[in-house]
Nanobody, 123 residues
Framework: QVQLVESGGGLVQPGGSLRLSCAAS????????MGWYRQAPGKQRELVAS???????NCADSVKGRFTISRDNAKNTVYLQMNSLKPEDTAVYYC?????????????????WGQGTPVTVSS
């Protein structure tokens, strides 16, 4: 089945940087919009950034100028470069992607989620 596997989370000091990666695998026909969400303890999951197949991006106001989303369509991978990290960026970061698969002669599009990777910003 289709899977999204994240990597790159960890502990970093305020002002530091991390790069998250998310690779999609399985019987993929096409990947459409990919994105990163995060969920801090006691808070709702929120969109951090998204990127269309054509490369158009959207970022939350709280991360503009600090985070950059990119993707490599040949590798079915999306990245999140996080710079100038702040303690309030601490959360579990989840990868999300809209992916089509072929079942018989039918193309079906579903939203898939990764298992999450924790990011902790602390001195």
């Amino acid at each position: 089945q289709v899977q999204l596997v994240e990597s790159g989370g960890g502990l970093v000091q305020p002002g530091g940087s991390l790069r998250l990666s998310c690779a999609a695998s399985g019987p993929i026909f096409r990947i459409y919009t990919m994105g990163w969400y995060r969920q801090a303890p006691g808070k709702q999951r929120e969109l951090v950034a998204s990127i269309t197949r054509g490369g158009n991006t959207n970022c939350a106001d709280s991360v503009k100028g600090r985070f950059t989303i990119s993707r490599d369509n040949a590798k079915n991978t999306v990245y999140l470069q996080m710079n100038s990290l702040k303690p309030e960026d601490t959360a579990v970061y989840y990868c999300n992607a809209n992916i089509s698969t072929v079942v018989g002669a039918v193309v079906i599009v579903n939203a898939y989620w990764g298992q999450g990777t924790p990011v902790t910003v602390s001195s």
